[in-house]
Each structure stands twice: as C-alpha cells, then as structure tokens.
C-alpha cells in the first residue's frame, strides 16, 4: 500500500526556516508520476489542514498561510517530495504528512484530506519556539 515515511522536522525559532521530505516506501516518483502529492499538517486539538500540493504537471498550490513563505517541489534524484518552509510563525506548529492522491480533478487545487491514496506515515513533527 502506498505510503510515504516524512522527515525533517524539528525546532526552529519564529522566523526560521526548515526543509521537510517525504519519500514513498515501496515506489519511486516515477512510479507516481499520475498523482498529485500533498503535504499537510495537524496542530495539537486540531484537525488536518492541507498545506500545498504539486501536480502532475509540476504545477503547484497552496493554502493562503502557506503562500509566499512554503515551497513544495519534487526532486526525482533524491525520490522525494520536499517542503520548504521559510519565516515559521508560532501557528506553524503540528505534525506534518505527506500522501497522494488524484492526478486529475480538484483534489490538488483545493488540497483535499479526503481522498488520500494509500494510508498515512508517521509524519515529522515541527516545533517553534524561542
């Protein structure tokens, strides 16, 4: 079953930057090229929100908080699906997933929760704190 293993996380203080990457277990990008992959974030008592996603055609989306500061990109030499996150906000905090879902359609512009293909990783966890 399709499932990505996230990493990168960690604690960084307000206005710092980190790198998330999630990689599939089992598949390569090239096995993934049909899909849209997403990452996404759960904050403490919350649910999970999307955060951006890249489509098949590379082209990407993000949520109004993420845009300007978050960078999502796939890096097919490496396998992974990275996320840069530049000027981290105290509310940026929270577990963040990656996972795949439909080339086609909305689920990639609306960055959707429902409708993951596969199950969920462990995600990595992002802290900010001074």
């Known amino acids: 079953q399709l499932q990505f293993v996230e990493s990168g996380g960690g604690l960084v203080q307000p206005g710092g930057s980190l790198t998330l990457s999630c990689a599939a277990s089992e598949f390569t990008l090239d096995d993934l090229d049909e899909y849209s992959i997403s990452w996404f974030r759960q904050a403490p008592g919350k649910a999970t929100e999307g955060v951006a996603c890249?489509?098949?055609?590379?082209?990407?989306y993000y949520k109004e908080f993420a845009e300007g500061r978050f960078t999502i990109s796939r890096d097919k030499a490496k396998n992974t699906v990275n996320l840069q996150m530049n000027s981290l906000k105290p509310e940026d905090p929270g577990v963040y997933y990656c996972?795949?879902?439909?080339?086609?359609?909305?689920?990639?512009?609306?960055?959707?929760?429902?409708?993951?293909?596969?199950?969920w990783g462990q995600g990595t966890q992002v802290t900010v704190s001074s």
């Open positions: 890249i489509g098949t055609d590379r082209t990407q």
């Open positions: 996972a795949a879902g439909p080339g086609v359609g909305m689920w990639c512009p609306s960055i959707r929760v429902s409708g993951i293909i596969g199950s």
